[in-house]
């Protein structure tokens, strides 16, 4: 289970998540970084913050650790799994390689998230709404559910087209009681 304990003490909003983009922008390396959780949500105006910042990348650990040492960011923790990093009192959470909470993204994840914006050469994006619920119901933790249903709502979200990506996924996946958390979904929305 994602460990929790770390969590930033107040809230992250958008001129948190600005701030962090331009510093990271600011060093003028080639980067894409694809926006998880609350992140993508605070970034489309969803809702006004989350308790971090989360970024799924392709690049390598080794290029992250070098460019956010250089931008003065402080590393909490070098695993793989979740890379932490502090920016003062704010926290980033980064993972690689397609896998997030135990969930290991179908192979189209990244053509199907949407390019927000380019600041210099660091390329903005959010992971498809698809996999950001997917990635939800992994921790599965009550704001989850409340963020899960808020996206649904907003954003379209053909619930039949989520069932079939997720079960898709969920059994090779490190997901405890894969089946009862899509459940717990379901009854939520009714």
Known sequence: MYENKYKNPK?????????FLQLIADLDEEIELFAIGGTAMVLKGIKESTKDIDFLTDAGYDKISRMFT???LTEKSKSKLV????????RI???YEQFILGVSLPDDW???????????????????WYDIIIT????????????????IKTQKID????????????????ISDYEERFKHLE???K
Do not use: C
């Not at 809230?11 to 701030?19: I, K, Y």
């Not at 939800?136 to 996206?151: G, H, N, S, T």
């Open 70 to 72: 250089l931008a003065g």
């Open 83 to 90: 890379n932490i990093w502090n920016m003062k009192d704010v």
């Open 11 to 19: 809230s992250t909003d958008l001129p948190d998540l600005e701030a």
């Open 93 to 95: 959470d980064i993972f």
């Open 187 to 189: 009854r939520q929305l």
């Open 136 to 151: 939800k119901i992994a921790r599965a933790e009550e704001r989850d559910y409340k963020d899960m249903l808020l996206i």
């Open 159 to 174: 619930f039949k087209k989520l069932k079939e990506r997720y079960f898709s996924i969920a059994e090779e996946s490190i």
């Open 110 to 128: 990244k053509e199907l998230s949407e390019h927000i914006r380019t600041i210099g050469k660091l390329k903005l994006y959010i992971l498809n």
